[in-house]
């Protein structure tokens, strides 16, 4: 079975940057797709990233775009997050996922991680 773990979140300020990694248990079948979302206290969870395990194709969600950066390196089996110009409004707890299909939508997701805590001072 499949397993995802978050590592690299802290408390920054405004305008600082910050990277997360994602960490797979294995490889994930050459179709899938891997994807950063976040959830901040009192709000639903939203769509950041995507990526996919083949290929280059990568999409944002347009409050960060510009902004952020996901890749993968598929031999070590992790996903990276590369967060720049941070705001207080990207403080939340992220999550690392994977689908089947290549979609912004939580639901169709059948693999999370437990989350990392990112906050955003001014």
């Known amino acids: 079975q499949l397993q995802l773990e978050e590592s690299g979140g802290g408390s920054v300020r405004d305008g600082d940057s910050l990277t997360l990694s994602c960490a797979a248990s294995a490889r994930a079948s050459s179709n899938t797709v891997q994807a950063w979302f976040r959830q901040a206290p009192g709000k639903e969870r939203e769509f950041v990233a995507l990526i996919r395990w083949r290929g280059y194709s990568a999409f944002y969600a347009d409050s960060v775009k510009g902004r952020f950066t996901i890749s993968r390196d598929n031999p070590k089996n992790v996903m990276y997050l590369q967060m720049s110009s941070l705001k207080v409004e990207d403080t939340a707890v992220y999550y690392c996922?994977?689908?089947?299909?290549?979609?912004?939508?939580?639901?169709?997701?059948?693999?999370w991680g437990p989350g990392t805590q990112v906050t955003v001072a001014s």
């Open positions: 996922a994977v689908a089947s299909e290549y979609t912004s939508n939580a639901a169709a997701y059948h693999t």
